[in-house]
Nanobody
């Protein structure tokens, strides 16, 4: 069983920055993909960014140019650096891990961008 625990969410003013972290524990097979998704009230969950164990990254349109995903394979952690935050980035951010046809989710960390 894999557990994912997010941290780093909170309230930030427009234009500000936040860094989200996710720690994975349990039996984690190599070749996995870790990522961040978000879900705003009344909207579907959407991909923010993901990164393979080899370091290949992918970004959703809303994240390109503003967010950076990184990971530490030895520590089984994935981070999301979010800059130039906008009110429309307000959502619950979920950590995700995919491997071998299985998918795991964290409980989410809320991010609110407001003045």
């Amino acid at each position: 069983q894999v557990q994912l625990v997010e941290s780093g969410g909170g309230l930030v003013q427009p234009g500000g920055s936040l860094r989200l972290s996710c720690a994975a524990s349990g039996i984690i097979f190599s070749g996995n993909i870790m990522g961040w998704y978000r879900q705003a009230p009344g909207k579907q969950r959407e991909l923010v960014a993901d990164i393979s164990s080899g370091g290949s990254t992918g970004y959703g349109d809303s994240a390109k140019g503003r967010f950076t995903i990184s990971r530490d394979n030895a520590a089984n952690t994935v981070n999301l650096q979010m800059n130039s935050l906008k009110p429309e980035d307000t959502a619950v951010y979920y950590c995700n891990l995919r491997v071998g046809g299985m998918e795991y989710w964290g409980k989410g960390t809320p991010v609110t961008v407001s003045s």
